[in-house]
């Protein structure tokens, strides 16, 4: 197994990470800077405080989960892509943030407590919110946000797909729907929202 180790003040580009015979590397360390790298099957990616990543393409292998690509934050991350079989986690506690990933199809983006999301893209793909994680101004097109526990998303603007409450005090506010669906759990909270089409359903009502 290949790891590149990228030093705080080091830049490294273009690389193609994963387990494949024509990746670079199979894994790589961030304290540094990665940027427009592709993450594929069986790649893994840290990122560790004061790391940075940006233009990130992440695509594994969806049907078999040992080769997925992964990517776990603990600094910031931008701009980056999260497609079938990938998953990118802000990993809880850290103070991790991340500005304008989009989530494509069969992607799935974790947001743990005091990790931000900003202005993030769900095409068609899964965002969850667990435990103190926030997400703010993202929209849905297509797939799904999940709100858990202690969560919130703010300004998430839904022209299609949905936004999922679940219950124990999980928050959505300042939410505007287009269509698409706002589904609700028992002890959910919902604020300010605009609904100018679409569903709202509710645990436990018809």
């Not at 005091?114 to 435990?131: H, P, S």
Request: hydrophobic share 35%; glycine share 14%.
């Amino acid at each position: 197994m290949s790891t590149i180790i990228i030093k705080a003040n080091t830049v490294a580009s273009d690389l193609i990470i994963g387990a494949g015979t024509t990746c670079d590397y199979d894994s790589a360390v961030v304290y540094g800077c990665l940027q427009a790298t592709s993450i594929m099957h069986g790649g893994m990616v840290e990122v560790f405080t004061g790391g940075t990543v940006t233009s990130i393409v992440m695509e594994g292998d969806a049907d078999n989960p040992g080769t997925r690509a992964l990517m776990s934050v603990e600094g910031h991350s931008e701009q980056n892509y999260v497609s079938n079989g990938a998953e990118l986690t802000l990993v809880k506690d850290s103070g991790a943030t991340d500005q304008d990933t989009i989530i494509l199809q069969g992607g799935i983006f974790n947001v743990y407590n005091t990790c931000v999301a900003t202005d993030n893209q769900i095409q068609g793909g899964k965002q969850t919110l667990v435990q103190g994680g926030l997400a703010i101004g993202a929209t849905i097109t297509a797939g799904e946000q999940q709100v858990w526990s202690g969560a919130t998303a703010s300004g998430t603007y839904i022209q299609n797909g949905t936004l999922r409450l679940e219950n124990d005090d999980a928050v959505a506010e300042n939410i505007v729907m287009e269509n698409g669906s706002i589904a609700l759990g028992t002890d959910s909270i919902l604020r300010n929202a605009i609904m100018k089409g679409g569903n709202l359903t509710k645990a436990g009502y018809s």
